[in-house]
């Protein structure tokens, strides 16, 4: 079946320090794949997304690449702040007549000032 | 991207009552999904709901407990039933766009006493 790895958090780290979240996959087909974001006490939001190799999805300066060859979609960031502070899960949607999202544990990420 | 307002967006309720949740999306969409997240977990889907067929619930969930009602393509609604502490979770209803993904309503926090 599908699923999503993600690694083992929380991560804390100092305002303007580089952000790598790992996310690995296993997936039949040639899924998406998506960064979501959840912020304390809200409801989640598409960060980015990717839908076949070698796609790179980027928003508010986090970035992803879709590798195949790795089947990996690694988060980064080059310079956090207390505002990225949240829950980050990485999911898949495998082609098919009902695709649905699976989704990663997801991390807690905490940038202090 | 789709708008989706999904109320409640909190509740308290006795154990052993049931709460109807509602999901109205500003388009028409074919399938709409239902998640639970437990308190510190990540997102698992409860089932499938399209418009004029019965939903398809995921490995666990049973439509004794979680009926779901989809009357049109614009809205659909979740009921937990006959409740108890272990419900207590957050349920967020999706939907998923061609071309853009999953959109996220903003979640109901029940709390189950």
């Known amino acids: 079946g599908n699923s999503v790895t993600q690694m083992e958090g929380p991560v804390t780290l100092s305002e303007e320090a580089f952000l790598t979240i790992n996310c690995t996959y296993t997936?039949?087909?040639?899924?998406?794949l998506f960064w979501y974001v959840q912020y304390p006490g809200e409801g989640l939001q598409l960060l980015l997304k990717?839908?076949?190799?070698?796609d790179k999805g980027s928003n508010k300066g986090f970035e992803a690449t879709y590798r195949k060859e790795t089947t990996s979609f690694h988060l980064e960031k080059g310079s956090v702040q207390v505002s990225d502070s949240a829950v980050y899960f990485c999911?898949?949607?495998?082609?098919?007549?009902?695709?649905?999202?699976?989704f990663g544990k997801g991390i807690t990420l905490s940038v202090r000032p | 991207s789709a708008v989706i307002s999904q109320k409640p967006s909190r509740d308290i309720c006795q154990r052993g009552t049931s709460l109807t949740i509602q999901c109205q999306v500003d388009?028409?969409?074919?399938?709409m999904f239902w998640y639970r997240q437990q308190p510190g977990q990540s997102l698992t889907l409860i089932a499938t709901?399209?418009?004029?067929?019965?939903?398809?619930?995921e490995s666990g969930f049973v439509i004794d407990k979680f009926p779901i009602s989809r009357p049109n393509l614009t809205f659909s609604t979740l009921t937990v039933s006959n409740m108890s502490p272990e419900d207590s979770s957050i349920y967020l209803c999706?939907?998923?766009?061609?071309?853009?993904?999953?959109?996220f309503g903003s979640g109901t926090r029940l709390t189950v006493v």
């Open positions: 999706s939907v998923e766009e061609y071309r853009e993904g999953y959109t």
């Open positions: 997936a039949t087909g040639y899924p998406s």
């Open positions: 990717a839908t076949k190799a070698d």
């Open positions: 999911a898949l949607s495998a082609p098919g007549a009902n695709s649905k999202l699976t």
């Open positions: 388009s028409q969409v074919t399938m």
């Open positions: 709901a399209n418009q004029g067929s019965e939903a398809t619930y």
